[in-house]
């Protein structure tokens, strides 16, 4: 079974920090998704890497897929509370998607 | 228009009764996909169809029986759930299964209760 571990599992943070969340793996993945859930919501696609050591910008989220294809990073700078909700990272693996463990921003104003 | 829609919102059901929920893309996606997620866990995969071919069942109990009379449509049938059968249902779509780089679309999600 193919895991994919998030770090860390809970953020609470004052508005206008830095953060970053990582998401490793021992197996190699096509592709990583990264996602935000609010509570009671589906999950929302923010980010698509593919290429080893692809890095991607969407405003102040920075995301980077490592060389080897097994880890990312989520790397939030400024957060404001707006940013506050469940982040997954979910690799493509054999025809599915495998969703790592979450971690839990809070952004407190 | 990257909108998958779900039916009902929230949804609440004793052990003997039979259900249905529902799921509508019209992205011209031929992948859909349910999920089952319980609270602060993530998304747990249970379906997968392939253009409209049941291609994935995660070895989940027949209790759940998956659904799909188009490529726009996806059901998910309920009969004498459990209560530890609660939890969020998602649907998601994707333009193909198994193409690196595809992307999943979810919908809202069902909040279903069992009693």
């Known amino acids: 079974t193919q895991l994919l571990e998030q770090s860390p599992q809970f953020l609470s943070i004052q508005e206008g920090e830095n953060l970053t969340v990582y998401c490793n793996s021992s197996?190699?993945?096509?592709?990583l998704q990264w996602y935000r859930q609010e509570p009671g919501e589906g999950p929302v696609l923010l980010v698509t890497?593919?290429?080893?050591?692809e890095v991607k910008k969407l405003k102040r989220l920075t995301f980077q897929f490592g060389d080897a294809r097994k880890d990312s990073s989520l790397h939030i700078t400024a957060a404001q509370p707006g940013d506050t909700g469940l982040y997954l990272c979910?690799?493509?693996?054999?025809?599915?998607?495998?969703f790592g463990t979450g971690t839990r921003l809070q952004v407190f104003p | 228009d990257t909108e998958v829609t779900q039916t009902p919102k929230h949804l609440v059901m004793g052990m003997t009764n039979k259900k249905s929920l529902k799921c509508e893309q019209h992205?011209?996606?031929?992948?859909m996909y349910w999920y089952k997620q319980k609270a602060k866990k993530p998304p747990e995969l249970m379906f997968v169809y392939s253009y409209e071919k049941l291609s994935i069942n995660e070895s989940v109990p027949s209790r759940f029986s998956p659904e799909c009379p188009n490529s726009s449509l996806l059901n998910l049938h309920l009969h004498a759930l459990q209560p530890e059968d609660s939890a969020l249902y998602l649907c998601?779509?994707?333009?193909?299964?198994?193409?690196?780089?595809?992307?999943?679309?979810f919908g809202p999600g069902t909040r279903l209760t069992v009693t």
């Open positions: 998601a779509s994707s333009l193909t299964q198994g193409t690196p780089g595809y992307e999943q679309y």
């Open positions: 979910a690799g493509d693996h054999t025809d599915k998607l495998i």
């Open positions: 197996s190699v993945f096509s592709s």
């Open positions: 890497v593919v290429t080893g050591g």
């Open positions: 992205m011209g996606h031929r992948a």
